[in-house]
Each structure stands twice: as C-alpha cells, then as structure tokens.
C-alpha cells in the first residue's frame, strides 16, 4: 500500500492555522491513515475532530497526484468533496472547514442548557 500522507510542515501549518484562526483547541484533534477514496491502493492522511463526539473530518486525499479535499464541517455528516489541486489551495480548503467547525461547536455549546 502507497502512502500520500502529509509532511511534517504541512501538518504543522494545519494546526497553526486551526489554532491561530478559530477557538477550537488542537488537542481535540487527532491525526489518522486511512484509505484513500480517490486513489486505489493508497492511504492518505485524516485529522479527525475528536470532541463531544461529533464525526467531523478532513481528509488529505490524492488524485491524478494532486491534493483533492474530502470533509464534513458540520454535525449532519454531509461530505464535502473539491479538487484543489495545490497545497495552497487546499491549505484555503482547511481554513474554511475549520471556521465552519468553529462555528457549528460554538453554537452547540450556546444551545446545551446550563448545569
């Protein structure tokens, strides 16, 4: 099985990115390999959003040997799929999901009834 997974930077800027531009914190991360939906026989880097139980995910796909980006931002489980070729444009892809992610967790926390 290929790996297509992220380097070190590139991981390193994702999480800068999600800690500098929303109020989500990295420990409720968590890195995965799984398979890749685009590109049979390879697996592809994953950061799972791990807090209160939601499924919300990004996955650093491949195809055609590009990024392609495959996630769910939001607590109805609908995947998102675009193709955007470049690391900086799917760097553009993360920032997004994480400002939804942001969004739809500060929203829950403001509907939970208080103890």
Do not use: N
Request: proline letters at 3%.
């Amino acid at each position: 099985m290929r790996q297509a997974v992220l380097w070190a930077s590139q991981r390193t800027e994702v999480l800068a990115l999600i800690k500098t531009t929303t109020d989500l914190k990295v420990r409720d991360f968590r890195w995965t390999v799984v398979h890749s939906r685009k590109s049979r026989g390879t697996e592809v880097a994953r950061l799972e959003y791990i807090r209160d139980g939601h499924q919300c995910f990004f996955q650093f796909d491949r195809h055609q040997g590009q990024h392609y980006a495959i996630y769910v931002a939001d607590g109805d489980g609908a995947v998102e799929e675009h193709f955007p070729g470049t690391w900086e444009r799917q760097a553009l892809h993360v920032a997004g999901w994480a400002a939804r992610l942001d969004a739809q967790t500060r929203s829950a926390r403001r509907a939970a009834p208080s103890p």
